[in-house]
């Protein structure tokens, strides 16, 4: 069964910097697109970076030049640096293909940005 753990949230001060991962329990890594989603209170569900199986990158213009998302196929790991964060990052972090599918969502990792 393909599972997708996420890790490395916390609570950061803002200006602050975290690096979330993502390691998949099977080869998917770098084979299809694939994203980190991010869920803020009381907000729907959002997709905040991309990568294509190319290594093509796509930012929430929220999130441009802040977030950098990278990866390692040898590794399983998909992977989410997070620079000059500011409060309104808060949110729970998923990643997931992009596109979506639902039978992958994890359970998360919680990132609070709060002085």
């Known amino acids: 069964q393909v599972q997708l753990v996420e890790s490395g949230g916390g609570l950061v001060q803002p200006g602050g910097s975290l690096r979330l991962s993502c390691a998949a329990s099977w080869r998917m890594i770098g084979i299809l697109a694939m994203g980190w989603y991010r869920q803020a209170p009381g907000k729907q569900r959002e997709l905040v970076a991309s990568m294509t199986s190319r290594g093509s990158t796509n930012y929430h213009d929220s999130v441009k030049g802040r977030f950098t998302i990278s990866r390692d196929n040898a590794k399983n790991t998909l992977y989410l640096q997070m620079n000059s964060l500011k409060p309104e990052d808060t949110g729970v972090y998923y990643c997931?293909?992009?596109?979506?599918?639902?039978?992958?969502w994890g359970q998360g990792t919680q990132v609070t940005v709060s002085a």
């Open positions: 997931n293909y992009s596109p979506p599918t639902d039978r992958y």
